[in-house]
């Protein structure tokens, strides 16, 4: 299966959790990103950022996705301490995005996971 980037793919969980066709706990939103919390946590905050824009995966960004990285990156820290984590350097969070099948990606939507809070976690 080659998938593209399109704006909505009306199959993808995450593009319906965008549209509101499925609920969320929202974290943000702007006019790129979508951020909510997971429905399965892993440790005690666990979000997940997202692209409105249905990208695949990882695999599929190139450099015109360069400043989206970028502002999902320098977005992380802050949203993570407003969610509970606690700072750095005692404090801190995990950031992870999963690729295909062999990184055991589940929801083929380009998804980063922030992790963090005391441990220990359920996995990770």
Known sequence: MIESIVPSDPDCLFCKIVAGKIPSRLVYQDEEL??????????PVHFLMIPKMHIPSMAHVGSEHAGLL?????LAPKLALQEGCNPYPEGGF???SNTGAEGRQEVHHLHIHVMGGPRPWLRG
């Open 34 to 43: 979508f951020v909510f919390h997971d429905i399965h946590p892993w440790a």
């Open 70 to 74: 970028g502002r999902m990156m320098t």
């Open 94 to 96: 995990r950031i992870l």
